[in-house]
């Protein structure tokens, strides 16, 4: 138990940021410029960042959103996943917790004082808010994103220090915000796009090579496996599976006390891991 056939096997973890972010150079480009604003005291420049799952949406952000934290305090970034914090409350509770430096909500607050008390809190520390709305398109039935947005856009009107920008991650290419949010929302949130295509074979290709070089000892994926996983990769057109193959695979072959995967361990843990672009399904829809 105490072989291991990993040198890192956080490489291999879906929150995993990559030190070198490849073939998405432009998109975090315009990401970053549109915080500048935010560097100012001034709200950052709403985006709505597009593209299928698994194609680096989430990632870009995660790696930008890191360095803020890092070397900006007045720009307080907040990750907010719907398929975790699925409700408007949820949502509030998530940036109050940001805001306090993850105290917990106050007992009993209704999310009337909840929104009051974030808007105090930006107002009079004179901090930009960046929100990311991750999976966003999951809230756009039954107006929930539209009330959210409703709400955080005009904190202004109530605490006019109050700065605030918004990434919305969506998966859906083809969804018209002007078609699905009140025009009242619209006219004031004007988003930007940042498209994420899907990334191309020979990407796909060297981005399983860097993780594979990063996080397995030499050999441990021989280069007729390695074209194995690739075909499975591809056949999901989503990065993700691939790396939780390997995960998986690797895993395996260490509780059989093998020093490489064979292409039964790739096909055994694709069952599995072809669930992760299960997502892709409500995307289309």
Do not use: W
């Not at 709403?46 to 299928?52: A, C, D, E, H, S």
């Not at 220090?161 to 949130?189: H, P, Y």
């Not at 074979?201 to 996983?229: C, H, K, M, T, Y």
């Not at 993700?240 to 843990?269: F, L, N, Q, Y």
Request: charged fraction near 25%; include cysteine.
């Amino acid at each position: 138990m105490k072989e291991t056939l990993f040198l890192d096997r956080d490489v291999f973890e879906m929150d995993f940021i990559p030190e070198i972010f490849r073939f998405r150079e432009a998109q975090v480009t315009k990401i970053v410029f549109a915080i500048q604003s935010g560097l100012q005291g001034n709200s950052p420049v709403n985006l709505v960042i597009r593209g299928p799952p698994g194609t680096g949406k989430t990632t870009a952000v995660h790696k930008i959103f890191s360095d803020i934290r890092a070397s900006h305090e007045d720009i307080i970034p907040v990750y907010i996943n719907f398929h975790v914090e699925g409700s408007k409350f949820g949502v509030f509770a998530r940036i109050f917790e940001e805001l306090h430096i993850q105290k917990s909500v106050p007992r009993g607050q209704t999310i009337g004082q909840l929104i009051d008390l974030i808007g105090k809190t930006i107002s009079e520390s004179e901090a930009v808010l960046l929100v990311y709305f991750d999976n966003a398109n999951n809230l756009l039935p039954g107006y929930t994103l539209n009330d959210i947005l409703g709400v955080l856009l005009h904190l202004y009107k109530e605490h006019p220090k109050a700065r605030v920008g918004f990434f919305l991650s969506i998966c859906n290419m083809n969804i018209d915000l002007k078609k699905v949010l009140d025009s009242g929302i619209t006219s004031v949130f004007q988003p930007d796009d940042v498209c994420f295509p899907a990334y191309k074979e020979e990407e796909v290709r060297e981005i399983l090579q860097d993780r594979i070089a990063a996080g397995l000892l030499p050999g441990v994926i021989s280069d007729e496996v390695f074209s194995f996983l690739m075909e499975h990769t591809i056949q999901c057109e989503d990065i993700r599976v691939g790396i939780a193959m390997v995960k998986r695979s690797v895993m395996v072959a260490e509780r059989e006390g093998r020093s490489s995967i064979t292409k039964e361990d790739i096909m055994g843990s694709f069952e599995v891991s072809k669930s992760i672009g299960a997502d892709r399904v409500g995307c289309e829809s």
